[in-house]
């Protein structure tokens, strides 16, 4: 199974923009469905955006607007475009693949 790696995260002030990004050890191209979660400090884990191989995308109500997700299959890679963050978008973010994770990216944001 492939693996995953995170990166583009960051500090950034309030307003600002990050794209991350999620490049596969091997091809993406037969895994259908993708997706970013996130880990804001004191709380569980949870689901930022989903996109499917197809390219359907969901979003969680907290970044739905501010978020875009997409992938490239030639590149095996995974993004995560993300405008206007906010100090409560801190936290780490985790590209997942259903029975793979990534060991997650720090993105803090500054007011």
């Known amino acids: 199974q492939v693996q995953l790696v995170e990166s583009g995260g960051g500090l950034v002030q309030a307003g600002g923009s990050l794209r991350l990004s999620c490049l596969a050890s091997g091809s993406i191209f037969s895994i259908n469905v993708m997706a970013w979660y996130r880990q804001v400090p004191g709380k569980q884990r949870e689901w930022v955006a989903t996109?499917?191989?197809?390219?359907?995308?969901d979003y969680a109500d907290s970044l739905k607007g501010r978020c875009t997700i997409s992938r490239d299959n030639a590149k095996n890679t995974l993004y995560l475009q993300m405008n206007s963050l906010k100090p409560e978008d801190t936290g780490v973010y985790y590209c997942e693949t259903g029975t793979v994770w990534g060991q997650g990216t720090q993105v803090t944001v500054s007011s």
């Open positions: 996109i499917t191989s197809g390219g359907y995308t």
